[in-house]
């Protein structure tokens, strides 16, 4: 995601200061960050520093071009200084999702350097025409906690629908599905793609996402349908 001249906002879990994001020391919150900038047009960017729990999901409609990067220590001027290999990590503690955008046409919602994990069972649920992509972050332990013989178990990193275009470059899909053995979901576990225009995975990494049992009875035992991806028009 090449960096912007866009002035970005400024944001920590819970914000600081007057909490306008116009600096490290008055940081906005990341709830709050994330639906103000959703809202606008153009090119905006949010920096995000340290680490965020969220208590509830985020439902946006992203209607301009909004990247979400993380990694910052809380005193940077630029990307660039950000300490190497730093990824912030939005958490949804096993007990909420994180993020249902709709992005509109022709618009991009982009993380770099962001880690969205533990979600109750999606960590992003991408709707609308308009495209999402991941740089250098991490889609990881989602749906852990889906209890026995559930529906739609599919798409626990990444479900994307809607249209556009769905791309990933450099990222780590690891442990997404639910501990329990026995599920009725087609798989596609960490990414389920529907009627997307193009989907693109360029060195990633998947690990140990789903599992290899989908039903039970001895007459019924079967491998799920694409177990790290699952995709349909």
Known sequence: VPFSIVKPLLV??????TKDGSSWENAMAWTDALASCAALEGENEIWLAGDVTVSALSTVT??????????????????????????????GNNAVNIIQPTVDADKTLAFERVALMRASKRAVNKSGAGNISFTDCEL????????HNQGGVEG????ASGGGSATLTRCKLEGNGPTDYIQEGPGGFAIRASGLSRLTIDDCVFLTNGLW?????????????????YLSN
């Open 12 to 17: 920590t879990a819970e914000g600081a200061g």
């Open 62 to 91: 992203v209607k301009g071009d909004l990247t979400v990067r993380g990694g910052f220590a809380g005193t940077e001027t630029s990307p660039a200084e950000r300490p190497a290999n730093a990824i912030s990590t939005i958490s």
């Open 140 to 147: 990881s332990g989602n749906g852990r906690t889906i209890g």
């Open 156 to 159: 626990l990193g990444l479900y």
């Open 213 to 229: 049992t989908a039903s039970q009875g001895d007459a019924d035992l079967r491998a799920h349908r694409g177990i790290a991806i």
